[in-house]
């Protein structure tokens, strides 16, 4: 493990704005070098470890709202995703069994053989992946908010418009190159109008400017649309998933204003044991639309984990 770089800048805990109260006291960056790929992860607070995976088109800072209140019973470990942020942006190994696998190789480093999971968005898809994949590693999987490639259904193409407001960009960010080409220099309007349409509970200003700002990059433009690329893969990887069920604990949590029930109805295809949250009045977005009612959900839900120790 090689973790000597200091991370810099608005990506890292030191330079990200608006953070809660305390939160620097808490929580560190650092990077961690795990079979070629550099990550940036952000870690701090006592107790089983804890990891949470942010989704597109974000990154750790996602779930800042809760890190401190979850880092009083857990240690915390929210890394930026391959291609996201401050980690490293190589241009392949998007399929979710390779991002999956990041992610054991991070907790490896951190020296966590067993841990609990939380994933929003494309950290679903990834959260998913790690406990099928790796299922003696996740003792509880949490997820939220987005259809599962492989497992769900699949929508028409000819959908109503309130369905295609929400899933449209899944086409788009999978062509090869036009998408970068019509989105540069137009990061705003692209990735704002995603934050706009997809939120019951507008998230903050300076939020979505953090996220946007740290798409500018075409590294890192290009890369967030390679999660998508890569589907073709993961479908295949997921339809071959579901014939092995998940054994442990799973919670699925939807927007009320957004997939509601259907996330859990997704994981009982794959799960045998899950349970449904639907949060009143919350879009696409838990962690910050509503924190306080995901920090309860989570909290309740770990709580087994909790109380048996690192």
């Not at 299922?135 to 699949?154: F, I, K």
Request: hydrophobic share 40%; proline share 8%; with cysteine.
């Amino acid at each position: 493990m090689n973790s000597s770089a200091s991370p810099e800048g608005p990506g890292s805990v030191a330079g990200a704005p608006n953070l809660p109260d305390g939160f620097t006291g808490t929580f560190t960056s650092r990077y961690i070098d795990t079979g070629g790929l550099r990550q940036h992860v952000i870690t701090g607070g006592d107790g089983p470890p804890l990891l949470l995976v942010h989704g597109w088109p974000q990154t750790w800072y996602a779930w800042r709202l809760i890190m401190p209140a979850l880092a009083r019973d857990f240690q915390v470990i929210v890394p930026d995703q391959r291609g996201t942020g401050l980690t490293g942006k190589p241009e392949d190994g998007y399929d979710t069994g390779t991002l999956a696998a990041d992610l054991a190789a991070l907790m490896d480093a951190l020296g966590h053989q067993r841990f609990a999971v939380a994933g929003h968005d494309t950290g679903m898809w990834i959260g998913y992946a790690l406990a099928a994949d790796h299922p003696q590693r996740v003792d509880r999987l949490a997820v939220a908010e987005t259809p599962l490639p492989g497992v769900s259904p699949s929508p028409p193409l000819f959908a109503s418009a309130h369905l295609n407001n929400a899933l449209w960009h899944f086409g788009f960010n999978r062509l090869a190159a036009v998408n970068d080409q019509l989105v540069t220099g137009r990061e705003d309007v692209y990735f704002g109008w995603q934050f706009a349409a997809k939120a019951a509970r507008p998230l903050p200003d300076y939020a979505v400017r953090h996220y946007i700002d740290a798409l500018a990059d075409p590294a890192a433009l290009h890369a967030s649309f390679a999660i998508y690329r890569a589907l073709d893969a993961t479908i295949a990887q997921n339809q071959q998933r579901k014939t092995r069920r998940l054994r442990m604990p799973v919670l699925g949590i939807g927007g009320e204003k957004s997939l509601g029930d259907q996330v859990a109805a997704t994981m009982k295809l794959a799960a045998d044991e899950v349970q449904t949250l639907v949060i009143p009045g919350c879009g696409h977005h838990p962690p910050e639309e509503a924190p306080e009612e995901t920090l309860a959900a989570l909290t309740a839900f770990l709580a087994r984990t909790a109380s048996s120790g690192p």
